[in-house]
């Protein structure tokens, strides 16, 4: 459902809030190998979800990223990532699909990408690490 880009983004989030909860920075090359997503990848979208101020780094031997103080939702990774038409586009990409003008997908999408849109607005970062930690998941 998500692109590669997405869904990766989405886990080192996770994963920096949880070591941010914990009072630690994290390095790209941890935030990889827990998150089992390739290194140069990762670096990228940190860059832009940086450039986003939805995560922060410092730099240095003890250096890395962490969780900035605010509320991050999914959504705002999202947004970061793919641009706001992931939430109002078409479902079949077309540029013209409009309420006045709809593709033959666009009355059955809107419910679904509203109900996603819905979840991922709701539920924010610290919510997602609690939720992992209680039960016991994993990012890989």
Not at 47 to 54: D, M, R, S, T, V
């Amino acid at each position: 459902m998500f692109s590669k880009t997405c869904e990766y983004g989405m886990r080192a989030m996770i994963y920096i809030a949880k070591c941010s909860a914990d009072g630690y920075m994290v390095g790209v090359e941890e935030i990889a190998t827990e998150t089992n997503t390739p290194k140069h990848f990762v670096s990228k979208i940190l860059q832009i979800l940086a450039k986003e101020n939805l995560v922060a780094s410092a730099k240095g031997p003890k250096g890395g990223f962490y969780l900035l103080p605010k509320k991050v939702t999914l959504a705002d990774i999202v947004i970061a990532l793919e641009g706001k038409t992931f939430f109002t586009g078409c479902a079949m990409g077309l540029a013209r699909c409009s309420e006045k003008n709809p593709c033959p997908m666009h009355h059955h999408f809107i419910i679904v990408r509203d109900q996603l849109t819905a979840a991922l607005e709701s539920n924010t970062l610290t919510e997602i690490v609690k939720s992992f930690d209680q039960k016991h998941l994993k990012l890989k």
